[in-house]
């Protein structure tokens, strides 16, 4: 019985392998690109993919200016772009933005900034507590446009498609509030 099978006792024929499985291991073949992309606005941060919304809002806490940036960048690094081109005011930040680039811009500017030193400065610098409470108003708008599915869940692959979408939601709030004023 093990007579008629074919190939029995003899040696295997040596392969000629130029696939990379046979040979020695390596990273896949994709050309070294890495996941996400200039195009996509997605870096790697410690939750893992992602990608930062980057928000002004008005004193009602509308939003006046938007960005997106990859999950990994910083927030200082946002700023001089977000208030580029706004008219100068009060500007009131989280620790997060806490710079003197950033200090120096919005006082070349004509405002004045309200922004806490972050922890590991020597000298802390003082913001009012009512002034610094209204940092909720940012909140409050990421919290209205988390209710938007296709924002919360990114999916929307490209950042050229991604950003219109937070710029539809976002009018979609400006939409509800002007619908609600009486």
Known sequence: MVESLRGTGTALAALAAPDRQFHRPRPPARGGRKKGGADHAIGR??????????????????????????????????????????????????????????????????????????????????????????????????CNLKQFRRIATRFEKHATNFMPAVALASSRIWLRAIESTP
């Open 45 to 142: 941060s410690r939750g893992g993919l992602s990608t930062k919304i980057h928000a002004v809002v008005d004193h009602d806490g509308l939003p006046v200016k938007l960005l997106i940036t990859p999950g990994q960048t910083s927030d200082k690094t946002a700023t001089p772009t977000l208030l580029g081109a706004l008219p100068p005011g009060t500007v009131v930040a989280d620790r997060g933005y806490d710079s003197r680039a950033l200090l120096d811009l919005v006082r070349e500017k004509g405002g004045v900034a309200h922004i806490p030193t972050q922890s590991r400065v020597r000298i802390q610098r003082s913001v009012p507590t009512k002034l610094y409470r209204q940092r909720n108003l940012v909140e409050r708008f990421f």
